[in-house]
């Protein structure tokens, strides 16, 4: 008998950037080598790496960083974005066969479907895939995390900048050919 567990789940994780630890820390006496940093990174498989939506370069803040007096925006207006943002993606699954909930459940038919592109978002991942060597799964991911950004901002096409931001949350793709 094969019992099926349905399960939705949010991961998040975090590792160091090198074995060291200080890849990128512009403070501190840097030893690893890019074969060391490509070893290190590749404990973990890629294909693993590659369902994973967003991958991202943390550096360490420094004290200047730290202690500047601009007021971020609150934790109350991202939360606001955030329901608003997942309000317009339930609206557009209500009627999804797939059961789709938000946009990184869309499976690539929904995708294509819902991330309709403008000539100039084509040829920003176009380039993206190409200079980089992304796999088509990434491809997938930053279509997704694009889409999510525009309706973080309340824009309901997917323009450029959405991509330009997207596009380096791949580090992991992009540095070190994941």
């Known amino acids: 008998m094969l019992l099926t567990f349905p399960a939705r789940f949010m991961l998040a994780i975090a590792m160091n950037p090198c074995p060291y630890g200080f890849h990128n820390d512009r403070t501190r006496e840097y030893r690893c080598t890019p074969p060391m940093i490509q070893r290190y990174i590749s404990k973990i498989s890629g294909p693993l790496l590659d369902r994973i939506d967003i991958h991202i370069d943390v550096p360490a803040a420094n004290y200047k960083e730290m202690r500047l007096t601009t007021v971020p925006e609150s934790s109350a207006q991202i939360r606001e974005r955030v329901i608003r943002a997942r309000q317009t993606q339930l609206l557009r699954f209500a009627d999804s066969r797939q059961k789709t909930s938000?946009?990184?459940q869309m499976v690539s038919g929904?995708?294509?479907t819902f991330c309709k592109l403008k000539a100039d978002c084509e040829r920003l991942l176009e380039r993206a895939m190409t200079?980089?060597?992304l796999s088509a799964r990434a491809q997938e991911r930053i279509l997704k995390?694009?889409?999510?950004?525009?309706?973080?901002?309340?824009?309901?096409?997917?323009?450029?900048?959405?991509?330009?931001?997207?596009i380096p949350y791949r580090t992991l793709d992009r540095t070190y050919g994941a």
């Open 102 to 104: 938000c946009n990184a």
């Open 110 to 112: 929904e995708s294509r």
């Open 131 to 133: 200079h980089q060597g």
């Open 145 to 166: 995390v694009a889409r999510t950004i525009a309706e973080l901002e309340a824009v309901p096409t997917i323009q450029p900048k959405h991509f330009a931001e997207a």
